[in-house]
C-alpha cells in the first residue's frame, strides 16, 4: 500500500498511526496538495490528503473511510473501535469531535497563512478560533485515563493525539497545558507510543510545498 500526503497533516498522520497499529505495512509518498497540485490531482481528483493506494491498484480517499477499511482488514478483534453497539458511537463521535477541532485549526492557519496582514478576515478567524476552543473544551471534558475511553486505546485516542501534535506544530496557542491537562497528558501517552513515533513529522514536510 501507498500512503500519499505528509505528516504535518493530522489526517495523514492518524491513517499513517492506524496503518503502524495493525502492522500493515506501506511505503509513502509524500506528495504536497500545495507544490504538488496537478500530480495529487491524478490521484484525487478533490486535491485532498489522504490517500491510500491499495495493493489491487484501487485508490482509497478521505481519513475516516481509509481508518474503517483498515478496520476490516484488521479485524474485529484487534479493531480501534467496536463493530456495533452504544461503545462505538461513543468512539466515533470523539474521533469525530477531534476531527472536527482539527480542520478548525487548519483553517486558522490557512487563513493566517495565504490572508496576512491587512488581507485577513479577522470575523472568520475569530469564528473558527470559538469553535476549535469550543471543541478542545468538550473533549478536556470527556476525556478519561489512561486512554479516553479508559483502558484501551481508540480511534478517540489517535485522531485526538494527531489533532493535538498539529496543533503543537502550527497553532501553538491554542493548545495552553494549564487549559488542557487531561488532554495533556492524553497527547504525551499517545507520542510515546511506537506508532506515533513512527509516523512523526520529518523536516522536509513543510506548509505549503516542500518549502
Known amino acids: 500500500m501507498i500512503l500519499v500526503g505528509q505528516?504535518?497533516?493530522?489526517?495523514?498522520?492518524?491513517?499513517?498511526v492506524?496503518?503502524?497499529h495493525y502492522d500493515l505495512p506501506f511505503s509513502r509518498n509524500?506528495?504536497?496538495?500545495?507544490?504538488?497540485?496537478?500530480?495529487?490531482?491524478?490521484?484525487?481528483?478533490?486535491i485532498r490528503i489522504p490517500s491510500l493506494i491499495l495493493d489491487s491498484g484501487k485508490?482509497?480517499?478521505?481519513?475516516?473511510?481509509?481508518?474503517d477499511t483498515l478496520d476490516e482488514m484488521a479485524g474485529p478483534a484487534r479493531a480501534l473501535v467496536p463493530a456495533r453497539g452504544p461503545e462505538r458511537q461513543k468512539i466515533l463521535q470523539a474521533t469525530a469531535l477531534a476531527q472536527g477541532a482539527a480542520e478548525k485549526a487548519g483553517q486558522v492557519v490557512y487563513e493566517?497563512?495565504?490572508h496576512a496582514g491587512?488581507?485577513?478576515?479577522?470575523?472568520?478567524?475569530?469564528?473558527?478560533?470559538?469553535?476549535?476552543?469550543?471543541?478542545?473544551?468538550?473533549?478536556?471534558?470527556?476525556?478519561?485515563?489512561?486512554?479516553?475511553?479508559?483502558?484501551?486505546?481508540s480511534h478517540a485516542d489517535v485522531m485526538t493525539g494527531?489533532?493535538?501534535?498539529?496543533?503543537n506544530l502550527r497553532l501553538p496557542e491554542s493548545f495552553p497545558a494549564d487549559n488542557y491537562p487531561k488532554l495533556q497528558v492524553l497527547a504525551?501517552?499517545?507520542?510515546?507510543?511506537?506508532?506515533?513515533?513512527?509516523?512523526?513529522?520529518?523536516?522536509d514536510e513543510t506548509m505549503p510545498g516542500r518549502g
Open 30 to 46: 509524500t506528495l504536497s496538495v500545495f507544490g504538488d497540485a496537478k500530480d495529487m490531482q491524478k490521484i484525487n481528483p478533490l
Open 7 to 16: 505528516y504535518d497533516s493530522p489526517f495523514v498522520r492518524r491513517v499513517a
Open 162 to 167: 494527531c489533532m493535538i501534535g498539529y496543533l
Open 188 to 203: 504525551k501517552r499517545c507520542e510515546a507510543r511506537d506508532e506515533f513515533v513512527r509516523s512523526r513529522i520529518s523536516p
Open 112 to 114: 493566517r497563512f495565504f
Open 18 to 20: 492506524t496503518l503502524h
Open 59 to 67: 485508490t482509497l480517499i478521505d481519513s475516516v473511510a481509509i481508518v
Open 118 to 153: 491587512s488581507a485577513l478576515n479577522k470575523e472568520w478567524e475569530h469564528r473558527c478560533q470559538s469553535q476549535l476552543a469550543a471543541g478542545m473544551d468538550r473533549l478536556e471534558g470527556q476525556c478519561g485515563a489512561p486512554w479516553y475511553f479508559g483502558k484501551q486505546m
